[in-house]
């Protein structure tokens, strides 16, 4: 008669070796050898047993439960990281288990460019899933934050998020995507050649600058007016500053400004009040900065737009009356020439 001990080691041993070839198999296993490309995404609070069912789930792993206890053999339970992660169908446990404890998410860019200010970056912040406009908005209007992130009270990030193309993740939020471009303002700032204004009104200026012109060569120009009109007290009388103040106090943005918002007073109404205005009116780019901070030598005062992105540029009132007379007044001038136009053109073209 068989040692039933015997018989019990035996097939303890059997168990065990058998235990341990289906481990190996699974460690050597890939749900497909095809290697189709997949996204997957791993949400705050999602426990190590979940995202396992879900790897599953998804065809990217063979077993879930045997996944779960791989990775916590591997004390991966507390490791798993927040993100999108790219996968294929032909990756081992292995493989999958580093991917997603590695934090290394998908990275989508998205471009910002010159002369938004923080409702229209809020928008497209929005628009991409990347953040909610109101919590954007809320944070860049934070005291808190801002003094964090400058150093200095201001009542808003306005000017001070820096337009680029970022490399970001959907969990970068909309803190991270703060920190981002104000990181990235405060290393340009620090190349902008010596002047003789505070940041802050170095960025409002620059902010003006790049609203005032769709040609990128002609920013020293533009800024040379700007120049010149504050060194001999003269107001700015900019019309991007009174579309943004007009925003800041009703809500609603109206391009097609009156006369009577000429004369309506209010903090951004540069042409019933000198100097500055009070703060930036949108985020200027490295260009229009040096443009700030360096202008053209020259002896402008005025300048009126051509209608096609440039201007034309006057030493004298008298000049100036007769650019307007030109190029503003004589409809013909401006037929085909404004942008609505030149958009409603190439919408019919297309």
Not at 114 to 141: M, P, Y
Not at 161 to 172: A, H, R
Request: no cysteine.
């Amino acid at each position: 008669m068989k040692n039933p001990l015997l018989a019990m080691i035996g097939l303890a041993s059997l168990v065990v070796a058998a235990g341990a070839l289906v481990a190996v198999k699974f460690l050597w296993s890939v749900p497909s050898e095809s290697g189709a490309d997949a996204i997957f995404e791993i949400a705050p609070g999602a426990s190590l047993k979940a995202v396992a069912h879900r790897l599953e789930d998804s065809g990217l792993v063979t077993d879930a439960v045997a996944f779960y206890w791989y990775a916590r053999l591997q004390k991966a339970e507390n490791r798993v990281r927040v993100g999108e992660y790219a996968m294929r169908t032909d990756m081992k446990p292995a493989e999958v288990l580093a991917t997603i404890v590695s934090g290394k998410s998908v990275e989508r860019s998205i471009t910002i460019p010159e002369g938004l200010n923080i409702f229209e970056i809020a928008d497209i912040f929005e628009k991409a899933g990347l953040a909610g406009r109101d919590e954007f908005l809320q944070l860049v209007r934070n005291g808190a934050l801002v003094q964090e992130l400058l150093g200095e009270s201001l009542p808003s990030l306005e000017g001070y998020l820096f337009p680029e193309t970022y490399k970001v993740t959907k969990y970068t939020g909309a803190r991270g995507l703060i920190k981002m471009m104000v990181g990235r303002f405060l290393a340009t700032y620090g190349e902008v050649p010596a002047h003789a204004m505070t940041r802050h009104q170095l960025v409002t200026l620059a902010s003006i600058v790049e609203k005032e012109t769709g040609a990128p060569e002609e920013r020293p120009v533009i800024s040379s007016v700007f120049h010149n009109r504050l060194l001999k007290g003269m107001r700015l009388q900019t019309d991007p500053t009174i579309i943004y103040g007009l925003f800041a106090a009703t809500g609603q943005w109206n391009k097609n400004i009156s006369r009577a918002d000429l004369t309506a007073d209010g903090p951004y109404n540069t042409y019933t009040r000198a100097g500055l205005p009070p703060g930036p009116i949108a985020n200027p780019g490295r260009e229009a900065l040096f443009a700030a901070s360096r202008p053209a030598s020259t002896e402008y005062f005025y300048f009126v737009s051509r209608n096609d992105g440039t201007h034309v540029f006057s030493k004298t009132y008298e000049a100036h009356n007769r650019a307007v007379k030109n190029f503003q007044l004589n409809r013909k001038a401006r037929e085909g020439k404004s942008w609505r136009d030149l958009r409603k053109r190439g919408s019919a073209q297309k």
